[in-house]
């Protein structure tokens, strides 16, 4: 009875906020992605936070959309569906959604944000 409690009163404070990293400083910036791997990324990639357990973003050639529901600092591109449209950059796509399916860690610095993982791979993004 008393963690019932315990809950509720943290509720009524507004302890239960987002806890993914659209709570977390992600939310409301189109983050661009700028490295890929520690080598400058050439092709446009964007990922932006729209809501609590939303991802969303534009590829080189197609937008795609899908969740990220685990609380920070973990990561995880889950459900990810894209447009299928072709251009001459697909393949700067594809490296750029495998490599966000891959990453488990976030961190947001103020105007950076690192997509990285337990293998050494990184992304970083900054918002334009």
Not at 62 to 71: A, F, L
Request: glycine content about 10%.
């Amino acid at each position: 009875m008393r963690l019932v409690l315990a809950v509720m009163a943290l509720s009524a404070l507004g302890y239960c906020k987002d806890e993914t990293v659209t709570g977390h400083g992600g939310a409301e910036k189109v983050w661009h992605l700028e490295r890929l791997d520690g080598a400058v990324f050439g092709a446009r990639a964007t990922l932006m936070f729209p809501a609590e357990g939303e991802l969303r973003g534009e590829g080189p050639c197609n937008s795609y959309s899908g969740e990220q529901t685990v609380p920070y600092p973990w990561f995880a591109a889950e459900s990810v569906i894209a447009t299928e449209r072709a251009c001459p950059e697909l393949a700067e796509e594809a490296a750029y959604l495998a490599a966000l399916g891959e990453m488990t860690l976030v961190e947001v610095l103020g105007d950076v944000m690192i997509l990285s993982n337990d293998a050494g791979r990184e992304m970083v993004f900054r918002p334009k």
